[in-house]
Every structure is written in structure tokens, then in C-alpha cells.
């Protein structure tokens, strides 16, 4: 990284990034290398270089020093795409297929340089599109096991915990998560942003002291529990997939939280999709919530059997104590998620795409109903298959109710 | 400091203690200084320096690059003295008159030159000759609020509250509690120091299953809770008193953990007292339990309505949740002291200097009863008052039996 190391922040262009990876010797020397910019440039640039002689590419990433969602006024730390590299590069040490690869690092310019997806699409725009992905809730179960459980005082001498507590932290990020899923869309926050359609239910929500008690339990968790190294974002838009591969990209938001957090994000934009979809294409929904579970927990809780740091690990009844503690808190996170995604600042195409208004509006409030029901009933939601029946249930009393 | 700063690290003698004390311009050039070692030198020199023109004085603290408890086999951090000054500091802000007044510190030398308390006694020593400190449990509670609300995401921003918790980052000496009090006494650890008669008690321990789970959940949360930033070894030995003035010492075990560990650790060491005491005598220690708690709950539970960054403050129930599992939590971790302080490796004096060896032995049974005692059933103790009422119950119980 000698080549780039000494350079200051400028943004990169089509140009730059191009000579950039001519520098670092990423292609051969003969190659006629294309650029073109990918990303939906809310907080970054993204970079895809393809070589046009053999058609192997890569991808640069580039941090932006603001968020574009909201205008440049909201500056945005720059060390984020450090965290996102030096993420990719942990959980890639335990989930290696499951992550794309790092090829380079730059903490000055703020990229990172890393494998082309582009074959793949974006599991949320494909699970719009009526997209099978066979392989995606085994994948991301594994995904989940693998990486939370090694970052975990299960898996690590606490020494080395603690010292990736401070690599990760951080704070800019997180403050995001804590407003916008945590805060703002409990209260009547200027940063909201729902369908004047939607006012009774959010009015409800705002007056609703179950669900906020509730929800203050689940932001103190996110604020003080130092569980494992999640991604922090992990939504479907943050996963890269095909019939026979799955990628999780993005892990800006990485940092020492609720093993839950990562398992409730993942969950709750599977739900949304169930929510939006009828009859068996619903089932296919479901069969992945069952099994993204079923998958990490199983997985997880393998693990736990052969925890080297835990001397606790064989007392009857441990591991499910803990198994049954990221269960109950995933769904409270997956509440969040629901609610934010409706009313919140930042809305999921999956609902907002929907062009008939009735149905748009019966399905945000199927889905902010969810929400509330999986946050006040998470410590009685005893199994997966009972979060599978409440949807059932919230769909049928709308369906009695419209 | 530029005096001292370049200095390589080199153990104190009563001669550079003075040499230090001169040149940091501590006393009037014509002061007279002595000195004295006073530290019960375990982990550190404590230097008190005088001037026998005045009487005044200074402490010059300088931690050791082992533990001497266990020979200098045992490597310790000297980074330990910056966390103590800075944690000393830091609870200052909150606490003015009720720590030590820090002069200067020394991170190369490893010293933190501080206010002498040298006309106030320890007080488990006071305790143990029957000595009164009327203030002790208004002035603990009221540390306990200061310091742990203060620290905590009710009173910080979230940056400057994980700034804090990198600041405070303290691995080594966590694992020091890590495995001396939630791992060794709870298994046939070497590390592990009892007297013969108590072996069928210390079997009981190592077999209770249910025990052992409780205490898993309790390691677990000191693992990875970080709700304030805690003194972290708050025994009757880190109090200094007289009937009119408190100081807390000797936070070189601060970081970011869970609240109710400060509160349960000072409440075991007064429980210990309870245990070796009769009558009227009882009833005084049982006044600091009960006093402990409730000045430390009730100054909590006013800060906390005046939170600046918990939007949740007003809603109703979550003050009442925050001070209930604080409560258990505390209970827990006091359970967890009072059996590693009679079986583990670091013994209390209030229990071992009892001469009479059938007393000694019950009252170490009733100590080891008590901790499991409050550890197996913390959620279901639901005031002060009831902890009281058991350790009468533990009491009544020997005094059947034997």
C-alpha cells in the first residue's frame, strides 16, 4: 500500500479509480481497464474496474465524507470504511466464503479495495423480483454462527476481545442505529417519514408505554452489551447472492453489540417480504426465516459445546440460557427494524414500491403491527415456529378488519 | 510533569520517594520530608511523605510489575496507575469529597502522587475493632450514584461514553476478577485457598449445578456489560473513614462494567461484617446494608429523571426496570464475593483473624450459605429489607444445626 498510503482525501472519479488500480498492480499490465460507478451513492462510491480484455474486474469502495440521503450538511467520520475493511478481513477469517475478499486498504483515501460481486445481485432486489435463493438462509446462518460466535468471549481469550472492543468501536455509527431504530420513530421526531395514511397507527405507536418500555430495554442492550462483533447493518440490501452463492457486504456499522441485533435486522427484512408476499410464495419466505435460525442456533450452539473459554460451557442449561437470551432479544431488535422501515427515515423498497395505495398502506400497517407484537411478546415467543404463526395471525386480522 | 516524564520506570525507595516528592515541588523549599511505606505491598509501594515543619503530607503511590501476593511470578500491568489516576480523576468530577485529590501522575514511573489520608483508617480494619462510621453508608451510597450515574449513557454523550470505555479498557486486571471471582472458587482450582474443615461446603459449591449457572450468567454480564465506568474492587479495604469523612481508594480495577458490581462488592464486605457480629452490633452493619442501597437508589432514580440522553426517561416503568436489575445484579455479584472471599484466593481478615476455630468455621459456613444464598435466588429478593431478613434466616439456621 506504499503507492497510495501517503495521498489525502480527495474523492475519486472514474479517472482516478481507474489509475488507482493500474497502481497497485491489480491487473496485468496489458489489461484495458473500464470503470464504472455502482453504488447508490448515499454514503459511498463504489467503484467497479473491469478489464475488458478477459472481463475480471474489482471493486473500489470509497468512503464519502457525508451522508448524501439527507444533503453533504451531515458530515459523516471517514474512519467507517477502516471499520468495513477491517471487518470484512475478521469475519472473513471465519466465514471466508461468505464475505468478499480484501485485496487492499487505504485509511487516508478511505478505500478498500475488494472482489467483484457484480454477478450477483442484491437479495433484496432479487426477493422483490420473485428471486429464489435456495442457498440464502443456510448461508447467513452460518454467516451469523460463524462470525458472531468467534468474535465472542466464547471463542477469544478475553485479551484479545477486548482489544478488538476498542478496533470496532464505533461511535458515529452507532449513533445512527440509536436514533434512527432505536429513538426517532417512538417519538414525533423531525426525522420521521411515513404516509399521512399511516397517522393513527404512528400516533399509537408514539403513545403506546408497553412498546416503549420495551423498546428503551432493547437500546440499552444495543447501548451496553458487548456480546460479539456484529456487521450492524444487516439488512437484505447487505447481502450479495445467486442461486449458488451468498455475500455479505457493507459492514460499516461493525462493532461490539447484541449477538440479537445481527439476527434480528436479517430476520425482520425477511418479514417484510413474508408481509408483502401470498399463498406459497410466502412459504418460501418463511421456510428461510425457520431456517436462518434454526441454522445459526444449531450451528451456534455446537460451538458453545467446544468453547474453549468458557469453563461454564458444560453447566446443564447454560448454552440455553444464552441461546434462548439471542432468541428472545433478535425478535425485539426485528420489531425495531419493522417500525423503523415504515416510519422511520429510512424506508425498504419492498413496501414502498408496492403502487397500489390500499394495499401500500394494509401491508406498512401488517408490518408496523408485527413490529409492535414482536417487540412487547419477544420473552413469550418461545420458537421460531411461533414467530412464523404470528404472521399468519397479523395478516388474517387485517384480512378480517379490511 | 516534564520533571518526572522522561523518567524510565525504576522502583521507589524511601530516598527517590523524597528526591521525587522535592523536585515536583510538592512542599516549601525548606520543608523537612520523611518517609514512610505504608502499603500493605501486595501490588504497590504507598510512599507518605511529611514535613516535619507542618505535619502536611502527600502519598506516593507507585504500582509494582508483579503481584507479590503469589511471589514476582506474576506479571501485572503498571498501565494499571494510569487507569487508578485517571479513574480517581474521572470519579472526582462527580465525587469531589469523597476520593483522593490526585497531584500528579507519572506513567513512566508508574506513580500517582495524591492527597494523604493518613488520619483516616481503613475501614474493614475500623469495622473489625468495632469502630463506628456514621457517614460510611450515606457517603457509599452517594459515591455509587455520583460516580456510576455520571459514567453511564444516562449522563454522556454516546461519543464521550465510548470514548471512556476505550480509555478505561483494563484487561489484565479484569481477569484478575474474571477468574478469582466468577471461575476459580467455583471449581477444584489451584488457585483455590480453604481450610480442610470447610471441604464438604466447598464440594457442595463446586456440584451445585443451579449455582454454577447462576453464576455463568453473572460472569457473563461482567464480561459484557458496560454500563458505567465502576471503581471495580470496592471492598471495605478500598474505603478510608473517620466519623466524619469518606475516601474511596485504590480504583486500579476500573473499566466499563456492570453497575450493581460496585454496589454488591460493598455490600458483601458489610455482609461479612453482619456474619462475625451479634445482636446490636449486627443491627449497625445492617443499618450501612440498608443505607448503602437506599441512598445509592434513590440519588440514582432522581438523576435518572433528569437525564439528558435517555429519551426514554419519562416512560413509565423503565427508571423502576433500570433500579430492579441493578438491584439483582448487585445481590449476585455479592454473592459471587462472599464465596471467593472464603475460599478463593484472596481472603478477608473479618473472617480469617477470628481465633476461635469451631466460630470461624461456622461463620465461614453461614458467609459461603449467604452467597449462594443470594445468588440462586437475587430476582426473587425483592427489597433490602428481605436481604436483611436472610441474613437473620442464615443465622437462625447454623444456630439449629450446631
Known amino acids: 500500500m506504499a503507492v497510495v498510503a501517503t495521498k489525502q482525501y480527495q474523492s475519486l472519479t472514474q479517472e ?102 457484480s454477478h450477483l445481485t442484491i437479495v433484496r432486489e432479487g426477493l422483490i423480483k420473485g428471486e429464489s435463493y ?49 429513538t426517532d420513530p417512538f417519538f414525533d421526531h423531525e426525522t420521521n417519514d411515513f404516509e399521512p395514511a399511516l397517522q393513527v397507527e404512528v400516533e399509537k405507536i408514539w403513545n403506546n408505554k408497553l412498546l416503549k418500555l420495551e423498546v428503551a430495554k432493547l437500546k440499552r442492550s444495543f447501548l451496553t452489551e458487548a456480546e460479539a462483533l456484529l456487521h450492524g447493518d444487516l439488512h437484505t440490501g447487505s447481502v450479495f447472492a445467486s442461486e449458488e452463492e451468498t455475500k455479505v457486504i457493507d459492514p460499516e456499522f461493525a462493532f461490539y453489540g447484541p449477538i440479537g441485533f445481527d439476527i434480528g435486522l436479517f430476520l425482520a427484512n425477511l418479514i417484510v417480504q413474508s408481509i408483502t408476499r401470498e399463498g406459497k410464495q410466502r412459504d418460501v419466505i418463511h421456510g428461510h426465516i425457520r431456517n436462518t435460525w434454526t441454522t445459526f442456533s444449531s450451528k451456534f450452539a455446537g460451538f458453545l459445546e467446544l468453547s474453549e473459554f468458557d469453563s461454564f460451557k458444560d453447566i446443564e442449561g447454560y448454552n440455553a440460557f444464552l441461546l434462548e437470551k439471542i432468541f428472545h432479544d433478535s425478535l425485539g431488535f426485528a420489531g425495531c427494524e419493522l417500525i423503523r422501515r415504515t416510519i422511520g427515515l429510512a424506508h425498504v423498497k419492498d413496501l414502498d414500491s408496492i403502487e397500489n395505495e390500499k394495499k401500500r398502506i394494509l401491508l406498512k400497517k401488517q408490518t408496523l403491527k408485527t413490529g409492535e407484537r414482536l417487540i412487547v411478546s419477544r420473552q413469550e415467543i418461545d420458537s421460531i415456529d411461533a414467530v412464523i404463526e404470528l404472521l399468519g395471525e397479523i395478516k388474517y386480522e387485517y384480512s378480517i378488519i379490511d
Not at 468512503?63 to 439527507?70: D, E, T
Not at 466464547?154 to 470496532?168: G, M
Open 16 to 117: 482516478s479509480a481507474i489509475s488507482l488500480a493500474s497502481e497497485l498492480s491489480l491487473f496485468p499490465d496489458e489489461a484495458k481497464l473500464t470503470c464504472e460507478e455502482i453504488g447508490d451513492g448515499n454514503l459511498n462510491y463504489v467503484f467497479l474496474i473491469t478489464d475488458q480484455m478477459n472481463g475480471s474486474g474489482v471493486i473500489i469502495k470509497q468512503a464519502l465524507p457525508y451522508a448524501k440521503v439527507i444533503g453533504e450538511s451531515w458530515p459523516l467520520t471517514l474512519k467507517r470504511a477502516k471499520i468495513e475493511a477491517s471487518a470484512l478481513k475478521k469475519h472473513g477469517e471465519y466465514a471466508a466464503d461468505l464475505v468478499p475478499k480484501v485485496y487492499e486498504t487505504d485509511e487516508n483515501l478511505a478505500i478498500t479495495v475488494m472482489e467483484d460481486l
Open 134 to 182: 435456495p442457498k440464502l438462509s443456510t448461508d447467513i446462518g452460518n454467516y451469523l454462527a460463524l462470525t458472531l460466535y468467534h468474535t465472542s468471549d466464547f471463542a477469544l481469550h478475553p485479551f484479545e476481545k477486548k482489544a478488538l472492543v476498542i478496533e470496532f468501536s464505533n461511535p458515529e455509527l452507532c449513533k445512527i442505529t440509536e436514533d434512527l431504530i432505536f
